[in-house]
Nanobody, 116 residues
């Protein structure tokens, strides 16, 4: 069973930075493709960023391109999301996702609030 635990959320002023972490236990972390999604109140879950198993291929949603960076440390079984130049519209619950090829797993989410 794969388990995901996000951390690093919080309250930050517009223009500030946060780094989210997603620690994964169970299975073979280094073989998983992974991603970050977010969901704001009253809105659908939105794609934020994706990273392949090796960390060599990344994708970003249009709204975060150039401000957010996804990365992973396979030795620590952890994925990261560095968020810079945060905007109030980035306020949401952020979820990490793991795709094993057979199953998709989600973390419990971490709240990010950006004040103007």
């Amino acid at each position: 069973q794969v388990q995901l635990v996000e951390s690093g959320g919080g309250l930050v002023q517009a223009g500030g930075s946060l780094r989210l972490s997603c620690a994964v236990s169970g299975g073979t972390f280094s073989s998983y493709n992974m991603g970050w999604f977010r969901q704001a109140p009253g809105k659908e879950r939105e794609f934020v960023a994706d990273i392949n198993w090796s960390g060599m291929i990344t994708y970003y949603g249009d709204s975060v391109q150039g401000r957010f960076t996804i990365s992973r440390d396979n030795a620590k079984n952890t994925m990261y999301l560095q968020m810079n130049n945060l905007k109030p519209e980035d306020t949401a619950v952020y979820y990490c996702q793991v795709r094993t090829g057979l199953t998709t797993y989600w973390g419990q989410g971490t709240q990010v609030t950006v004040s103007s």
